[in-house]
Structures are given as C-alpha cells and as structure tokens.
C-alpha cells in the first residue's frame, strides 16, 4: 500500500514548487525514473513528470529518481517507472530472544596492535545514534527523518556500538570492532523506529552528498528491510545502493529475521552488488566447529546465479551500546548490561559487525575498492555448517581475510599486465560480434582467477537482468560454477543459440559496458595497491567468541 508520509530531503536535494493543477482526492508520495536507466536528464524527467499531472517535490539523484505528489489512481507517463512508497524496518527486533549461559564477553575486543578503523567513517543509515560516553566525538549526525534528532527506538546506537565503541564504561570488555572509526549517523526513522522507502533514499542521498567531501567515509551499514520485494538493479533501494558502491563505497545490508525457510531474504539483501549478511550462532565458544547459521537469519534461494547471504557474521546474544530511555531500552531492561551496554540478536547486529571489520580492513589497506572487499571476505571465510542458501561463503574470519587480501592486491597487478588486458579485450569484442571461436580462445588464455570473477560477475548481472528468464539465469549459474569457469557451457551452449546483435547474451553483456567495470582488467590496471599488508599483525579470527549470554535478551524472536 503507498503511504502519504513526507519525505525529508537531504541538505542540497531540489525542490520544485508545483506549476500544474492540484491534484484531486488524497495524494501519495512516489519516487518515478525513466524506464531506459538514463541518470542523466532529471529536468526531462521532472518536466515529463509534471504534464503528466504530478507535482515534483525533490530530486534523490543517488537513485536516478524524482520524488513526486501524485493521486492514488495516478499512473506514470510512457518511458517512466515509479515505485510507492512503502514500509520498511530494522532486522534486530522482529521477534523470540536468544538463549544461552556460555564463555565471557569479549565479543568485540579489536586488535591490540593496529587495525583499528582510524581513518575510515562508516556511515549507519537507521534510527539515529544517542550521544553516549563510548562513542567519544567520534559521530557526527544527519537527520533526514523530519522528527527530533536522536536514537528515540535504540537500534542504531546498539550497531554503533558493535562498530565503534570505546568500551570505556566497561574498561574496555566490550569494545567494538573498530573502535577507532568515525560513525556518521544518518537518522532514517522516527522514534517508533518506523520509515519507509523515500526516507531511506533521502537518507543514502545525504551519505552521497557527505561522499563527495568526506574521503574518509568508506563503509555504509543499512540494517532495514522492506517487506514489499523489489527488483535488484531496477528498483530505487536497488539503485542508489549500487550508486553508492560504483562511487567506492562498501555497502553492508543484512538478510533478514525471516528465516528458516529459503527464498526469504529480505530487500536490499538480494541485490547481487551489495555485501548481505547473515547471522551466526558461535555458541560461546572459540572453536569454530560447533558454529551454526541462527535459525531466524533469512536463507536464500536455491541455484539462484547470485547467492545471498554473501557470509554470516555473529547474530547471536551480542552486546552493543545502550541508549537509555529508548523503546527497546524501555521494553527488555534485562537485556540492559551494566549501565551502557545492551544485548541483542539478528541480522542487524551481524551487519554491524561486518560494517566494523571492513572498516578496520580499509584502515590498514585504504585503496582496496568495495569489490575486493567482497573478494576477500569471501575468500576468507571459514566452512560453518549448513548449504550455501544459510551460510554465503561461511563465517567472518579476519585473521584469514589478511592473506586473502594480499592474495586480491597480487592477482590485480598480474591482470594489469599489458598481455592480460589485451587479451581480455579480444574476448570482449569476439562475444560482442557473436563469434563463438574466437570468444572462447581468448577466454580460455585470461588467468584462472580472472576468468572466476568474470564468470560470478556476468552471473549477478544475469541474476539483476529484467530481460533474463529462468533458464538464462540457470544457464548463467552453471557457466560461474563449471569447472573450467564457463570454458565447458560456452562451448556447448553457444552454438544451439543465436548470438547476434540482438540476441539477449549480447545484449545483456553489452549493455553492462564490462569493460568498464571493476571486474575488467584494464580497469584494475588504473587502481595502485598500498604497500601496508595485514601480515605482521596479529588479530584473532574469533576475537568476538566466549561471551556471556543471557536467556532474556532483545532479539529477532523478542515479542
């Protein structure tokens, strides 16, 4: 159902004051773009908008998109897209809490040596962070959401503790994963917690607008959902999210609560660009053996070319900072932990702590771009019981993740190499002109690496792609997982297809323009790698293990 809600449009969005007629009946609010994808002509767009009976209100450029008032029966004109505004939560209060009696707290405690997020601000797009002793001037604050500054709900404040938190009022047990980093707190929500849609985008607005003058601001963590399922790549979220990452910015979202049952990652989550994160229970212990993916952590869908979650991250009885007198503060004081702390479960405090480990990873190796990011988080992760639709590539290990970003910085000098781009660009012409011959003699002479990345990378696309039907999306799975990375379902599929130019592979390929992705290797050629490598430090993988649980904490089962 649309919502008629006011949008608070970020410091520097436009605003028109209505020229057409006024709209009979009640009103909406809806967010509209042009259909082809075109970013570039908003005026057009706006005035295409305004014949057509809507009164333009702002401009959210970070989705491509036009905020309008319209009538409920409103329709939008031929070559424009439109989405109503719709409800959209946090994944750190849905409902039952976690139980448990095992280990210490010490959940949180970064690396004593270094990797400590210096440097680096991430941005948590939710319901405000409270100003609070552990986060020492430390944040700074934006407020899109048209109510008073502040965390009124609570959960923002919890993630910002898990990334950032000093741990002063504790002596330091329960520091959070980054501890030095900048929070940027885009307030989103009214005090209830509630938003929508246009908040949320106003919201990741502002975080583009802050990119542009801020290069510290490296992470954006989005723990809210949308019940109303969107389509990656088309829809507004979808959009301005890969905005944000194609600008440099690692984007973390969480999965959802809404599991056991597959297919119910919740949206942004299925976007295939993003890092989606599901929630891990590690029982309390430092082996890694009994870890399992918590059960209401939201699973994916089977031979889906793109799976999510991408990798779990603890979810579970996780202690963050407290902000007192909010909702959840107020609803569960046995959740309280001393005086400043608070515990809870779900998919929020999962992406917290990964918002907060990449932070530390982008302090000590700043030129890594959000797809090594990814890369090597992946790489790093270690084997957690369950299928790939609950756990992603496994859970977050840190100390892993150092060779495996090592291991992205060598592979990208290698593909910078002369010999590889050409050859890259062989492949590239020869699938663009159909010939399957030559396609497949340049592909089989990319490195094996590079040859993987492509491989994932054409499948997400194919996955996000409006023009892919089912068996192209399972075609797409089977070239990123063959053995011989594609080698073995180019050449056997090619020919009972027609490649030309309007064919879909073609089409879909090209109209990704690979050449100048992150992916392609003449674009890895213009990156410089920093020197600084992770090896010399030491940093346990399970630095967040033996905790201490308690049977009545706040969390995604909690009533």
Do not use: C
């Not at 409920?72 to 719709?86: F, H, I």
């Not at 989103?188 to 542009?212: C, F, M």
């Not at 942004?268 to 309390?284: E, F, M, N, Q």
């Not at 992770?534 to 089962?557: L, M, V």
Request: charged share 20%.
């Amino acid at each position: 159902m649309a919502l008629a809600v006011a949008v608070a449009l970020p410091a520097g969005a436009s605003t028109t004051a209505r020229t057409d007629a006024p709209a009979v009946g009640p009103t909406v609010r809806q967010i509209a773009w042009w259909a082809d994808g075109s970013a570039a002509t908003l005026d057009a767009l706006a005035a295409r908008l305004r014949a057509s009976g809507a009164s333009v209100v702002g401009r959210l450029s970070v989705a491509s998109g036009v905020v309008v008032e319209v009538p409920s029966t409103w329709q939008p004109p031929t070559g424009v897209m439109s989405a109503a505004d719709r409800p959209m939560r946090v994944t750190g209060d849905a409902a039952a809490g976690a139980s448990g009696d095992q280990g210490s707290d010490d959940s949180r405690r970064g690396p004593d040596s270094g990797a400590s997020g210096r440097g680096v601000t991430v941005a948590v797009v939710d319901t405000g962070v409270a100003s609070v002793p552990d986060l020492p001037g430390s944040v700074q604050h934006l407020n899109v959401s048209g109510a008073a500054a502040g965390d009124g709900f609570g959960h923002g404040t919890f993630l910002a503790g898990l990334i950032a938190s000093s741990g002063v009022s504790s002596g330091g047990r329960y520091r959070g994963i980054a501890p030095d980093a900048g929070i940027l707190d885009v307030q989103v929500a009214a005090p209830d917690g509630s938003t929508s849609l246009l908040r949320v985008l106003a919201g990741l607005q502002a975080v583009a607008e802050r990119a542009r003058r801020d290069d510290s601001l490296r992470v954006v963590n989005l723990s809210l959902s949308a019940d109303d399922p969107g389509s990656p790549g088309i829809d507004p979220l979808s959009r301005a999210l890969e905005g944000l990452w194609d600008r440099g910015l690692v984007v973390v979202v969480a999965a959802g609560n809404d599991g056991p049952e597959p297919g119910t990652v919740t949206v942004p989550g299925t976007d295939p660009a993003v890092i989606t994160v599901g929630a891990l229970d590690d029982k309390g212990t430092v082996t890694p053996s009994d870890d399992v993916v918590a059960p209401f952590s939201s699973r994916g869908t089977v031979g889906d070319p793109s799976p999510k979650p991408d990798l779990v991250a603890p979810g579970v009885a996780t202690v963050g900072l407290r902000a007192p007198g909010s909702v959840i503060d107020t609803k569960y004081p046995a959740a309280r932990v001393g005086a400043a702390n608070f515990r809870g479960s779900g998919t929020s405090m999962a992406t917290a702590v990964v918002s907060g480990a990449v932070a530390a990873l982008l302090s000590t190796q700043p030129e890594l771009g959000p797809d090594d990011v990814k890369a090597a988080l992946s790489a790093g992760a270690y084997a957690v019981s369950g299928d790939r639709t609950a756990t992603g590539a496994g859970g977050l290990d840190l100390a892993a993740t150092v060779p495996a970003a090592a291991q992205i910085r060598a592979q990208q000098q290698a593909w910078s190499a002369p010999a590889v781009s050409a050859t890259y660009q062989r492949f590239a012409a020869a699938w663009r002109k159909g010939s399957r011959s030559d396609a497949l003699a340049a592909w089989l002479q990319l490195p094996a690496g590079l040859r993987s990345r492509l491989a994932g990378a054409w499948a997400s696309a194919v996955a996000a792609g409006v023009v892919a039907s089912y068996d192209q999306a399972d075609a797409a799975r089977r070239w990123a997982t063959d053995g011989d990375l594609g080698a073995v379902w180019l050449s056997r599929s090619w020919a009972s297809r027609s490649w030309a130019a309007d064919d879909w592979a073609s089409r879909s390929w090209a109209s990704r323009s690979w050449a100048s992705r992150s992916w392609a290797a003449d674009d890895w050629a213009s990156r410089s790698w920093a020197s600084r490598s992770w090896a010399s430090r030491s940093w346990a993988s399970r630095s967040w293990a033996s905790r201490s649980w308690a049977a009545d904490d706040w969390g995604p089962r909690s009533p």
